[in-house]
């Protein structure tokens, strides 16, 4: 059983920062490209991040790029998300997913293609 946990959301202030992390158990969690995804309320569930499985090669939505850092220690099977300069607009639940296939790189962004999902966890910026 895979099981995907989130956690490091809550309230902070625009130009603040938070640190998100998804600890992942019940699969290889190192064959796999990782994600972060969120959704904002009454709005679609939208790509932020994405990284390969290795870490080498990292994707960013444009409305976050230079302002979060998405990371992974493979050693203790968990994947971050680094997000300064935060935004009002940036409040949503944040959920972190696994790729389907093993070893790629985390270009794809689709929904489709994760199929493990964290249970998300909220992040309001207020201004």
């Known amino acids: 059983q895979v099981q995907l946990v989130e956690s490091g959301g809550g309230l902070v202030q625009a130009g603040g920062s938070l640190r998100l992390s998804c600890a992942a158990s019940?699969?290889?969690?190192?064959?796999?490209?990782m994600g972060w995804f969120r959704q904002a309320l009454g709005k679609e569930r939208e790509f932020v991040a994405t990284?390969?499985?290795?870490?080498?090669?990292?994707y960013y939505a444009d409305s976050v790029k230079g302002r979060f850092t998405i990371s992974r220690d493979n050693a203790k099977n968990t994947l971050y998300l680094q997000m300064n300069s935060l935004k009002p607009e940036d409040t949503a639940v944040y959920y972190c997913?696994?790729?389907?296939?093993?070893?790629?790189?985390?270009?794809?962004?689709?929904?489709?293609?994760?199929?493990?999902w964290g249970q998300g966890t909220q992040v309001t910026v207020s201004s």
């Open positions: 997913a696994s790729d389907t296939v093993p070893f790629n790189r985390g270009e794809v962004r689709t929904l489709s293609r994760f199929d493990y």
């Open positions: 019940g699969r290889t969690f190192s064959r796999y490209a």
């Open positions: 990284i390969s499985w290795s870490g080498g090669y990292t």
